[in-house]
């Protein structure tokens, strides 16, 4: 093919026709060479490794600047993946890093490693470093080493992992992560799904999913389609049910906080519409508290109903792997859809939900988009993961993930996870322990409840904004049951009770 560049194991008999310049379209003015690059291209370790002229602008190819940004981003990169453990950092208001960032796009471009200067020495530090053991506020993450470079990996590779044509490899790789989350779950070889943003991405394609199976099984659909949740259900719930329309049916916690199957039945036995409800929306680990709902029971409920049984594990399903708390998420092997994001507990960087669903092809008659210029993705066959979720462009996000897994193997994974565990309870004997604070509730997973008598709801607040001010930790309060009180959240391993023993200090 005169004038293209070398194709990796270029297929010289695919040509449809004799004159293929044409069939390709490769005549005219579009793939005149507009910019020449006389000079070979060299790499780091001195190999020539692309000779010959070259299309397009030089910013698409591994020009100088390419070169430049590569080694500054790369050295850096290392830099930050070897601070262990990495240090809190901290928010700024705007004007601060106004003053400090300045304005970085302009029409000409700036040299490559004084733009990376100011994301390292300003911008980088303007974000709280979530792998860090003192963050023990919202729901953590700790990636890592292994998962966070991969993640670099996948950037630089380049694929598109819609479709099994696009990134047959990358959608192999994903599937069989995905396949290690269904097996904790007990769900069945024929579980399958895809990777999506998050939990709230996750919980909303699942409850589409639901409702238009509820919608084809009934043949009509109702006034207003209803989802039943917890009382503690996640706020992504309450958005997604926003999204498409549908009103929660609110099922009042039973014992121990929990959605119980007893406190479900007795709601739909005294419900005059029940076929207007299309999901139970249930949780395994809270989100406040870290507790799990009566998954067996709301199952066994939700089956002789011939109800779509969502979980939400976002947070919690990650204990699954660990075996002193692997009983309590019985009854989860039943659910329709599953929700759990590696970027939380399962120590995957952002932004990472693997979402299943038992029998998929449900799914995906809901979620496969349909246009002609899509149809021929499909003429791979095998697994698309567009099919099963609100996108359709989408970065191999599953893939630090898979990696991580890959080479630490799943052992460590249990362990690193029944590690925190045993911080948390440890965590909550030290409350009991000292004078000045006292407990809420037992943890069942890794958040810790816990309060001061004796402060006001503003003593909370400037008591945490004090302690990542020092750096001490970030940690937020929350409200119990009306009351604020304090909230600790146990997921990065390397988090040590000394760390929460110096949080305790700064509270008497
Ligand atoms: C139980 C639960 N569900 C859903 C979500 C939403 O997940 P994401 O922030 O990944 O969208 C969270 C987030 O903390 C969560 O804890």
Redo the contacts with the bound molecule.
Sequence with gaps: MPGSQELRGGHETCHASADHDHAFGLRGSRLEPTFEHPKVLVNGAGNAHRVGTLYGPPMHHFDDIAERATTACLDYALERLRDDPAPLDRSVPYDELARAAGQNITAAGRAPEEVLRVFKEVLARACLSTDSPRFLA??PAAPTKAALVFDTVVGASSMCATSWLEASGAVYAENEALRYVADLAGMGPEAGGCFVS????G?LSALVAARDTAARARGSRPDRWRVAVGEES?S?IQSALRVIDCDPLVIPSGPADRMTGDSLRAVLNSDPDPSSICAVAA?A???NAGIIDDLAGLSAVARDRDIWFHV?A??GGAAMAAPSVRDRFAGIAAADSL?V?P??WLFAPF?S?ALLYREPELAQAVHAQHASYLEPMRLAGEWNPADYAYHLSRRARGLPFWYSLAVYGTDAYAAAIEQVLGTTQAAARRIDEVDHVSLIRDPELSVVLFRRPGWSDADYFEWSQCLLREQVAFILPTSWRGEIVARAVFLNPNTTLEIFDEVLETMR
Excluded: E, L, R
């Design positions: 919202f729901i998050g939990g709230s991405a919980n996640h992504s949780t680990g809270t989100t939400d976002a947070y929700v994001d970027h939380k932004d939900c």
